[in-house]
């Protein structure tokens, strides 16, 4: 790969959170908070129990450069609050269109930082996507709340894979149009 394709992830502030690029040095906190039943059942992705080197893997992918999607961690480190509260991604779609997904730390639910980092991603628009979709369980209201909130419209029910629960789950789909 040429270094003029390799593609720059930016870091994005917001009120109270900076979303930067992953580093090895979160590998630690975000495995501490992936392990936990409650926030790997509202993922499509996180297995539970997390095996080993899960997270570390997922570090290293985030900063391939041939990589599909980009993962942000939502620090509040400059603000008193934790290093890393969650991640947020954005993953490229076909069509100039992106799909968005975010995990907050069970210890910060509740308190807007979910909120604050999509309207901050959205704002940024990295990949200059003109729609963003997002999907959540139907069981998990709270990230239905947080994507309402910043704007998105309720597109329709459809269902997805759990790994940590090994069962399809019912999800609520989700657009926001990004460009006129």
Not at 73 to 95: C, K, P, Q
Request: aromatic share 8%.
């Amino acid at each position: 790969m040429r270094h003029e394709d390799i593609i720059v992830q930016d870091t994005i502030s917001a009120e109270r959170v900076v979303l930067r690029p992953c580093r090895k040095s979160d590998a630690g906190l975000i495995a501490m908070y992936a392990s936990d039943d409650r926030l790997a059942r509202g993922t499509r992705a996180i297995p539970h129990p997390l095996p080993p080197g899960t997270v570390e893997a997922m570090i290293e992918r985030a900063a391939r450069p041939d990589r599909t999607e980009d993962i942000w961690v939502i620090d509040g480190s400059t603000h008193g609050h934790a290093e890393a509260l969650g991640l947020i991604t954005l993953e490229r779609m076909d069509r100039n269109q992106s799909e968005i997904f975010y995990w907050i730390a069970p210890a910060f639910w509740n308190c807007g930082f979910a909120s604050e980092a999509v309207r901050a991603l959205i704002a940024a628009n990295p990949h200059q996507a003109d729609r963003i979709f997002a999907e959540v369980f139907q069981d998990n209201p709270g990230s239905a709340r947080v994507l309402t909130n910043c704007g998105f419209d309720y597109l329709g029910d459809a269902e997805a894979f759990s790994v940590s629960r090994n069962a399809t789950v019912q999800t609520w789909t989700y657009t926001l149009k990004t460009k006129p």
